[in-house]
């Protein structure tokens, strides 16, 4: 079981709907992160979350609209998406600031763009 | 610059036999380095790390990790292979920026175990 949370495990939308992914975590971590992964590839980087606020935007289309209501939740907006956007969306936490601790990942949103 | 490079893209065992997964960073400065292992459909999972106490790191599922300044490798290691072992393997260095930790992936090895 991991400690980081993701729903829905899997989405299917179309390129004209509004759809939502969420993210939970409750370990008191400080920063929050959204990654997207493609098949057979690493993750990449899109956003950060640093005490609620975003520190970093990896020059994600704005189609993605990331919010951090609370220091436990971390959402994720979707809107007018494009097929290439179909992959698997992570979420991770971590203590800010620390170099050597490492992020903690939820199992993933797998998003498919019809 | 922060850097990971696995060796390897792919690596295929037996069952009972030793793995070995390859990593090489280079870091301008004393590293951060964990071991990732990603299960199909699941998040990624860290097995170890390296923070400059001991070279030689134990993680989860009896894996283990040495890490050589010599060489800028942080190969991973096992003993014996189980078939719960398949899976995507990330080296991952740490780059400290703007107050967070910025993950630098190695391409991953995907690990095949045969019985």
């Known amino acids: 079981d991991t400690e980081v949370t993701q729903t829905p495990k899997h989405l299917v939308m179309g390129m004209t709907n509004k759809k939502s992914l969420k993210c939970e975590q409750h370990m008191g971590h400080r920063a929050m992160y959204w990654y997207k992964q493609k098949a057979k590839k690493p993750p990449e980087l899109m956003f950060v979350?640093?005490?609620?606020?975003?520190?970093i935007n990896e020059s994600v289309p704005s189609r993605f609209s990331p919010e951090c209501p609370n220091s436990s939740l971390l959402n994720l907006h979707l809107h007018a998406l494009q097929p290439e956007d179909s992959a698997l969306y992570l979420c991770?936490?971590?203590?800010?600031?620390?170099?050597?601790?490492?992020?903690?990942f939820g199992d993933g949103t797998r998003l498919s763009i019809l | 610059a922060q850097s990971v490079t696995q060796l390897d893209s792919h690596v295929s065992v037996s069952e009972g036999t030793p793995v070995l997964l390859r990593c090489n960073y280079s870091s301008s400065y004393s590293p951060s380095l964990f071991w990732y292992v990603q299960h199909p459909n699941k998040g990624l999972q860290l097995l170890l790390k390296?923070?400059?106490?001991?070279?030689l790191v134990k993680g989860i599922n009896g894996f283990e990790a040495e890490f050589k300044k010599s060489e800028t490798s942080f190969h991973l290691t096992k003993p014996s292979a189980h078939m719960s072992d398949a899976a995507e393997y990330f080296c991952?260095?740490?780059?400290?920026?703007?107050?967070?930790?910025?993950?630098?992936f190695g391409a991953g090895t995907r690990l095949a175990v045969h019985p």
């Open positions: 979350y640093s005490y609620e606020k975003l520190s």
């Open positions: 991770a936490s971590s203590q800010e600031g620390a170099i050597n601790q490492p992020q903690h």
């Open positions: 390296y923070t400059s106490a001991a070279t």
């Open positions: 991952v260095v740490i780059l400290l920026s703007g107050g967070y930790n910025k993950l630098i």
